[in-house]
């Protein structure tokens, strides 16, 4: 008897394990993967960063357009960048962007954070979407000292499978210029109650 409930007992740990592994597909509070840019590439880190061609450039990140991996300390003309967290971030170019699927509970109002300096120009924007919500947000001051800023926006779930992403709709006349991005998360804020009918 003993036996018996012994093993009916592993099966419903083991049927209590893969539901909480289904149930953690959904994203979590926190980075999201990558959202750091510290996870190398295939080839490793380039040793002075280089422009991304590729979409599999930038782990966990599909990328389009001119996408450039920037090393903390990199030269760009007279200026030296500056990464406050970690050694890498992304910039990236004209009309260029990044993007990850992430899934979400449908509904539901979360907030996308992260870090962004502008690089050249006296205003640069940052287009931030989790289609179809989208919204341009302009690096103009710098208030920090390391000319990074930190920012945070909010959307509601239309869908469970959600696609957040980071576009440069700028055209500037030097293509190494754009913003530079970095710790990009997530944070879940609330469900809104239904209304009452």
């Known amino acids: 008897m003993v036996k018996k409930n012994s093993a009916k007992c ?3 740990y083991a049927f209590l394990l893969l539901l909480a592994c289904s149930a953690t597909a959904m994203v979590e509070d926190g980075s999201l993967v990558n959202g750091d840019f510290e996870t190398p590439p295939p080839g490793g880190f380039p040793s002075d960063a280089g422009i991304s061609d590729g ?3 930038i782990p966990s990140w599909k990328t389009n357009g001119t996408v450039e991996l920037v090393v903390s300390g990199q030269k760009q003309g007279g200026m030296i960048l500056i990464v406050p967290h970690g050694a890498h971030a992304v ?3 004209n009309d260029a962007e ?3 699927e992430i899934k979400v509970e449908k509904g539901s109002i979360y907030s996308i954070t992260f870090s962004a300096a502008r690089t050249c120009a006296q205003l640069e924007s940052l287009n931030v979407s989790v289609p179809p919500a989208s919204q341009n947000i302009d690096l103009q001051t710098l208030y920090s000292v390391h000319g990074w800023d930190s920012y945070a926006w909010a959307f ?3 869908e ?3 696609r957040v992403v980071f576009r440069n709709p700028g055209m500037e006349d030097d293509p ?3 913003p530079i991005i970095d710790d990009i998360a997530i944070k879940k804020l609330f469900v809104p109650d239904k209304p009452k009918g």
């Open 160 to 162: 469970e499978d959600a």
């Open 55 to 57: 979409p599999t450039a």
């Open 98 to 100: 990044i993007s990850q």
């Open 91 to 93: 910039r990236l170019g």
């Open 10 to 12: 592993k099966w419903v």
């Open 156 to 158: 509601q779930a239309a």
């Open 176 to 178: 190494t210029c754009g």
